[in-house]
Each structure stands twice: as structure tokens, then as C-alpha cells.
């Protein structure tokens, strides 16, 4: 049996509220077995500097700055990614010249390229821009091409048949069939980017959630530090939160099954045949069973 929604919200509640409780538990008795809490602030010193930090301009600006860079970085990553790895996947000749290189460059970690971006832009802002596009590029390359190269041929070869060419092939057939895929990488990139434009952040930076929490450890504010982690963790969620929702809603068309408690999925019951039987009685519309069908598989983002 599915649980509902109020059952799944409460329940997510009460495992949050009991994290917190136990974080507060620990620090207030300062508790000190291996691990040492009483290093830790409590969760009240936590809310309390976070509702200093609402109330001043500087936090609102330090938030603006660092969305402003993950978005524009991961836009360019998204965008760039995906059309090198349709490309890379759909031309030997581009593989050939493009492959070496991204091969070579991709397992260099994207904070290990701050000092190629110091020395290569003329501002610290086009610099974690660059950081941060790097970092999401690499995870939607490899997934696209990945997603590209699985795609059934007869597709391909349905297209040709009717006359179709290589823009008909390729907006039929490569890039609606690979979404799933390219999504997949997305999802990936936007949480690598955070880390990296959070670093970039701390190392170059002058404004930022990144640099403000680097600041704050070098001064021994740790509330304030809390607060720059639990900033970036819902930042974190929120757009990750959003580019899967957004995939959802793009590759409605692919079939979907609902989790069902015992690790079993459960599919649409099929339509009912014609012969008999009260009108009121039989199932829902095909739309409307689609429809439930995703909203149960969309609860767990919401």
C-alpha cells in the first residue's frame, strides 16, 4: 500500500526534528566519548546566528552572488556539454580530435584548475564561472554520449526510411531519446558544480555563501560556519530538486511505475474490456491513471 502524502510529510518531519533533537542533546551535555561534540554549537547557537544573518543585507547578497555564478556556470556546462556529447557520440571524426583531450582534461578535479583561472581570466568572477561550468561539464558530456550510443538503431533507420535527414533524425530520435540520460547527467552536474563554486569560493572569491563560511572559520565563528553549510545544503537540494522535477516533466511520455513498500513496483492497471459490468465501476481515464502515476513518483522531490 502506497502511504500518502501527509503520512510521508509527517514522517520526514519527525526524522528531521529527531536529528536536530540529537544534535542538540550532544553538544548541550558537550559529550566527548571519540567524537567531540562539545566542540560542536548547539542547534540554538545555529538558529540564532541564522536569524542574524536573515536580518542583515550581506547574506542576501552573498546568496545572490553564488546563484548567480552556479547558474550561469551550469547553463553554459548544460548546454555545452550536451552538444559535445551528441556530437562526440555521433561522429567518428570528432571523436577522434575531441576525445584525447576531454579524456586528458577530464579527471583533473575542477578546483584543481583555480590557478589556470586566475592566470587565464582578468576577473575572480569569470574565474568561478569557468570553475564551475567545468565541474557540470564533464558529468553531462559522459552522459549524453553514453545516452546517444545506447539509442536503438532501427529509430534512426524508422526516420531514414520515411525520408527524414540528419536535423529530422536528430530532433526526432537522438535528443528525445538520450533526455533521459542527458538528465541523468544534469542531476549529477548541478551538485558537482556547488562543491566546486563553493571552493572556488573560499580560495578567490570576495563575495559569496562560500566565502562568507570560510571567513567565519578563520575569525572562530562557528554558528556562522553552520549557517554557510546549512545554506549550501538547501541551495544544493532546491536546484537539484529542480532540474530532476524538470526532467520528469520532459520524459512524461516514458513509462512510469510507483514504488510499492517491499521493494516492488507497481504499474497501471490495465484498461478494462468491454462486456459487461456497471459504467461506474470501471477504471479511471488513461490520462488520469498517467497522471497519478506521476504525481506518486514525484512526492519524493517535493
Known sequence: MIRRPLARYALRTVSLAAFLGLWQ?????????????????????????????LAGADYWTDLTDSLTRILTGFALAAVLGVATGVLVAR?????????????VIRPIPAIALVPVA?????????????????????????????????LPPAWEEAVRTMGGGRLRVLGSVVLPGALPGIFGGLSVGIGVSWICVISAEMISGQYGVGYRTWQDYTVVN????????????VLGWVTSTAVELLGRRLTRWLPRTTYVSGGRTRRPAAAPTRGGGDPEHQAQPEQQRQKDTEEARDEHLV
Not at 91 to 103: K, Q
Not at 122 to 148: D, Y
Open 25 to 53: 542533546l550532544l553538544t548541550s551535555l558537550n559529550v566527548d566519548l571519540w567524537l567531540r561534540f562539545s566542540q560542536f554549537p548547539t542547534v540554538a547557537d545555529v538558529a540564532r546566528a541564522f536569524a542574524g544573518r
Open 91 to 103: 561522429s567518428r571524426l570528432a571523436e577522434d580530435l575531441l576525445g584525447p583531450v576531454l579524456e
Open 118 to 150: 586566475i592566470l587565464l581570466f582578468p576577473s575572480n568572477e569569470q574565474g568561478i564561472v569557468f570553475i564551475t561550468c567545468t565541474a557540470a561539464f564533464f558529468p553531462v558530456l559522459v552522459s549524453t554520449r553514453h545516452a546517444v550510443r545506447a
Open 222 to 233: 562557528y554558528p556562522g560556519v553552520f549557517v554557510g553549510m546549512v545554506t549550501i545544503g
